[in-house]
């Protein structure tokens, strides 16, 4: 059964840091001082358990001064990725930023999930950049 909880004490932030150094750092080969940016702080972190066992991850906060919020570190361990884990992160975080009325959403999104993304209203903008050595492309979803 899959649950969705926001990662708050110190066992269940352990539990989501791992699962993107396995994804980021170790599948990626992303720095894990540049996966640790320093911004952990002030994100609020979701957890994906998979039959009580953590299987994937993001973090979402709120951009100072531009009135967006912004997701990143969208982690699904492999083995666990195409049930449907990585969509119900999102949809989680999505209602869970709409709470604040931020006035978009955006996020960086590597090129090769640009469609896991659009399926959730999402729209490309701009052209490829790259971050870590991987491409990306900027996506950004308006809110009402
Ligand atoms: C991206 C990621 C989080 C998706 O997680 P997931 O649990 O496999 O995703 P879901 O099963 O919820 O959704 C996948 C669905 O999204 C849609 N989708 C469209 N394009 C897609 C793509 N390029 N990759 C994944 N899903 C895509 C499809 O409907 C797909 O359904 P399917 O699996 O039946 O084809 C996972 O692949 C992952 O951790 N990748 C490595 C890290 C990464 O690249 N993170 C994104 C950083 S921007």
């Not at 002030?42 to 951009?63: F, Q, S």
């Not at 930023?97 to 659009?118: C, D």
């Amino acid at each position: 059964m899959l649950a969705v909880i926001p990662a708050v004490d110190e066992n269940d932030l352990s539990a989501a840091f791992a699962i993107r150094r396995k994804v980021f750092c170790e599948e990626q080969g992303v720095a894990i001082d540049a996966d640790l940016d320093g911004l952990d702080a002030d994100a609020t972190h979701l957890l994906a358990l998979w039959n009580d066992a953590p299987v994937g991850t993001l973090r979402w906060r709120i951009l100072e001064g531009s009135g967006e919020a912004k997701v990143e570190r969208v982690a699904v361990l492999p083995a666990e990725r195409h049930r449907g884990i990585g969509q119900a992160l999102m949809r989680a975080a999505l209602d869970a930023i709409a709470r604040k009325a931020p006035r978009a959403i955006r996020l960086n999104a590597q090129t090769h999930v640009v469609g896991f993304y659009e399926v959730l209203g999402f729209c490309p903008e701009g052209p490829v950049f790259e971050e870590e050595g991987i491409p990306h492309r900027r996506m950004r979803l308006p809110l009402p």
